[in-house]
């Protein structure tokens, strides 16, 4: 560039501030909420009759999963383990650029889930890389046999899961930036 070059008097408009904090404190606060309910879960519900809340809308059971929503995979326990490890290293390496609000509750949420249900894959029995998840929140009847059990890492998942769409459908990106949607042509028609 030389100093004859113009130089553009217009500046694009100032980048949202980083929303790490609001990605980090969510998924800690919504972590800790995790494992301290799958603490309670296993301290409280092992071996009792499942507990009938809400008419019978919400039921609390103790499952052990080694697989996925109605123990699916169950003889991929490690997998599912590599895959979450991958997920949680994806969030990581994009949550720095986070600019947008939508994408660091969404991220931060999955974040929390993803960590942990690796968490009881990684240090509950049968062992590492093998544990079975401790889910204990049962839709409509207390067997799964309605929704599959859950806890509150695989409620972050699907919310966070859930904000990620949203986001990507209204043209949100996790950077800030806005895509605009282009006007649809019209269609030249005829006339009768």
């Known amino acids: 560039m030389s100093d004859n070059d113009p130089v553009s008097t217009e500046s694009s408009p100032p980048l949202p501030p980083r929303r790490l904090g609001l990605f980090a404190g969510l998924a800690v606060v919504v972590l800790a909420l995790d494992i301290v309910t799958k603490f309670w879960a ?51 390496y994009f949550a720095p650029r986070l600019r947008s609000g939508g994408w660091a509750a969404g991220l931060g949420l999955v974040l929390a889930g993803a960590l942990g249900n690796l968490g009881d894959r990684l240090f509950r ?20 046999s309605v929704w599959p059990v859950f806890n509150v890492a695989d409620s972050a998942i699907c919310v ?29 028609g005829t006339s009768s």
């Open 42 to 92: 296993v301290a409280t519900l092992d071996g009792q009759e499942p507990v009938r809340l809400f008419g019978g809308a919400l039921y609390l059971v103790l499952v052990r999963n080694p697989g996925a929503a109605w123990s699916i995979g169950a003889d991929y326990t490690w997998v599912l383990s590599l895959i979450m490890a991958a997920v949680v290293l994806a969030i990581l």
């Open 125 to 144: 029995p049968p062992g590492f890389l093998h544990g079975h998840v401790v889910d204990f929140l049962s839709l409509f009847a207390p067997d799964g």
């Open 160 to 188: 966070g899961g859930g904000l990620i769409v949203l986001m990507a459908l209204l043209g949100r990106e996790y950077d800030g930036t806005v895509i605009e949607k282009k006007p649809r042509a019209s269609k030249k």
